[in-house]
């Protein structure tokens, strides 16, 4: 039963970030109008070239709890660190969370395909930990800490337990990185013993690249340290019909951001921008895992079948989907299926 003040407006937090990153965040907006979504937006204009977070957009996340945020361009090289990661340590940001599923009616070479990709956020290989130990010689840390390789364990099998989900994968190169990669297999197992009813198994990332690629149909809930996440989510990604149509977020103990879920291709090139032809479905997909995540599952439920229903349909879709629609088309199509809805 809803409480006196549930259905009260929520500020979220927006970033309508880089590239195509405006385009698709403004879809959100106008859609959400159009949804009557009790949720309004905080906007900070903030870029992938920054040196550091703005202090005003970290004190907007931290009062508001949850963030939409577009694509942020990380700089290649160089000594600028990337904001993505910046806002993941500073919000400890520990889970991402991509979905990669097949869209009803968007034709892919495999089906079945269901797959959670559950991604450790804030150690490993991404510690940002490298030096220069002579001249042309560079050291990187990849540091692994039980307490980290725990928590997340933790939310692996939990989101299983209450999402009804049967199996959790975890992916590792155990077998080269004995210590490292050992402590992260040592505690999901030592998670896993929690959940009798989850069936737990372990496979090496390298493995599970192929396997992805030949039969991703056998995978369930997958849950991995922080490079081989990002890798295996952007590949399931492609298989199930492309980063444009993905959903994801990245959720801490106390805040949430929510974004597109595969990172390939979040800020898209600058043809997409001209002819304003980016896929929003992505970011409308994780709009309506925000909207869950704020406790307001009707409009998230409206909100998904509206987009899964312009994709089923197959009238407007942009060219990743083999359509030619702008951003605007998908989005009035998206809006129209609302009204019929109703």
Do not use: W
Not at 94 to 106: E, I, K, R
Not at 236 to 256: K, Q, S
């Amino acid at each position: 039963m809803p409480r006196p003040g549930d259905g009260a407006p929520r500020a979220v937090t927006l970033i309508p970030g880089d590239g195509i990153g405006p385009l698709v965040t403004g879809a959100v907006v106008e859609v959400m109008k159009a949804l009557h979504a009790p949720v309004y937006f905080e906007a900070y204009e903030v870029t992938g070239k920054m040196d550091k977070v703005p202090r005003e957009l970290m004190d907007s996340i931290r009062k508001n709890k949850v963030c939409l945020k577009g694509g942020l361009a990380t700089p290649v090289g160089g000594g600028v660190s990337s904001l993505n990661v910046q806002l993941r340590k500073e919000l400890d940001l520990f889970a991402s969370l991509v979905h990669c599923f097949n869209l009803p009616g968007l034709k892919t070479r495999h089906d079945n395909v269901n797959i959670v990709v559950i991604r450790e956020n804030t150690e490993g290989e991404y510690a940002g930990l490298e030096h220069e130990v002579v001249p042309g010689v560079v050291e990187s840390l990849k540091v692994i800490t039980k307490f980290c390789s725990e928590r997340i364990a933790k939310y692996a099998f939990e989101y299983a337990y209450l999402n009804n989900r049967k199996t959790v994968t975890a992916v590792h190169k155990a077998n080269i990185m004995k210590l490292a990669d050992g402590l992260f297999l040592e505690s999901c197992r030592e998670v896993a013993k929690k959940y009798p009813g989850i069936k737990y198994n372990e496979i090496i990332v390298d493995n599970c690249c192929m396997q992805l690629v030949s039969r991703p149909e056998q995978f369930d809930v997958m849950v991995t340290p922080n490079l081989y996440g990002n890798l295996v989510a952007n590949t399931a990604a492609g298989i199930a019909g492309g980063t444009g149509v993905m959903p994801g977020g990245n959720v801490g103990a106390e805040h949430a951001i929510f974004e597109q879920g595969a990172s390939a291709g979040n800020v898209g090139n600058e043809k997409l921008v001209q002819q304003k032809t980016a896929n929003p479905t992505a970011l409308l997909l994780s709009s309506a895992m925000m909207l869950r995540h704020l406790q307001f599952p009707s409009f998230a439920d409206r909100l998904e079948q509206a987009v899964l229903g312009v994709v089923k349909d197959g009238k407007h879709r942009t060219k990743d989907l083999g359509g030619s629609s702008t951003t605007q088309k998908v989005v009035d199509a998206v809006i129209a299926k609302l009204a019929d809805n109703e």
